[in-house]
């Protein structure tokens, strides 16, 4: 059977000792626009963005990769196969952990031999939404993502085509590798298995779900009167907007560089624009609480501290967003804040380790 290929590799550069490899290739398929239960946009000085809402029910993929059940099961193995990586330790749950929010409790990841990079891996959650994938955006498919790493220095340290001959030593792989897509072990299937897994790890249903749904209970005041916040005062839905609450654009916040790098000018590695140096792309707020530490490099712990940091306007710098400006929030309006967020939790995954093929 005939497949066109998901994951067309054009370019592959390593930008630094912590940004990972660029790949670029196939754009995934886009959710519709309408949505059960959207309730339209907000302005905010002049701005239109998508109102807040819960997802749609059905999850975007790529017509060359539709998730079935024994291609996820393949790919959530390779999830948590440390043999992707040089030294057969370091998975993509290293530092995309379930118990973590499938992103890193660390400010920064550590890849093969304890190398630190710059960066925190960002969580897993609902990435089958964005049209863009890392910080800074350099891939345009989760199939593209999930390769990325295995050949980057500072995280699996491996090379595709070792990883390949690997795997198709191993006999588990081999017999699913038949089965599910009618070929030996090879890179293409990797990334793709992995993509469909990855797809079906969503945070929803949320307090916040249940309620614009409908169940005025779910949420309590003090969360009520953070969401009119969220909304209005606080900007937040000027970037954070839409059902996943983000705009899948790059902004520059001013976030202090910590960490192994002096310098991370985040999109600008891709696009060579000038207006780009120091944006990152907008994180998912979905499951927030779940995810700490924040930022592309983990500079705070909590939400409370992000909060401060954006109601003072961000920090220094001369590419800083022109939607950053100081907030002049209260003590009480900042708590509020902060049980709207909570409330975006997701309800929990059922989930359980896989057995590793031998």
Known sequence: ?????????????????????????????????????????????????????????????????????????????????????????????????????????????????????????????????????????????????????????????????????????????????????????????????????????????????KYVLGDKTAMDEAAVRGMALFKGKARCILCHNGPNFTDGKFHNLGVPQVGPMKEDLGRYYVTRLEKDKGAFKTPTLRSITETAPYMHDGAFKTLEEVIDFLDKGGGPNPNLSPLIKPLGLTAEEKADLVAFLKALTGEPIKFEMPKLPK
């Open 1 to 209: 059977m005939s497949r066109k290929g998901i994951v067309t590799i054009v370019a592959c550069v390593v930008i630094g000792a912590a940004n990972p490899i660029l790949f670029t290739g196939d754009r995934p398929a886009q959710a519709s626009p309408a949505l059960e239960g959207m309730p339209g946009t907000v302005t905010i000085d002049g701005i239109t963005v998508l109102d807040i809402g819960p997802l749609p029910t059905a999850v975007p993929m790529p017509s060359t990769n539709l998730n079935y059940k024994a291609k996820i099961e393949l790919g959530k193995q390779l999830y948590f196969d440390g043999r992707l990586s040089k030294n057969n330790s370091v998975s993509c749950a290293f530092c995309h952990t379930p118990g973590s929010g499938f992103a890193d409790p660390r400010q920064t990841s550590i890849g093969v031999d304890g190398k630190v990079g710059g960066r925190q891996a960002p969580t897993v959650y609902n990435t089958a939404f964005n049209h863009l994938q890392f910080w800074d955006g350099r891939a345009r498919s989760l199939e593209e993502q999930a390769i990325g790493p295995i050949q980057n220095p500072v995280e699996m340290a491996e090379t595709h085509e070792n990883v390949v001959k690997k795997l198709g030593k191993i006999k588990g792989y081999r017999e699913q590798f038949r089965a599910v897509f009618g070929t030996e072990v090879n890179l293409q299937g990797i990334a793709e298995a992995i993509a469909a897994y990855e797809r079906t790890i969503l945070s929803t249903n949320s307090a916040f779900d």
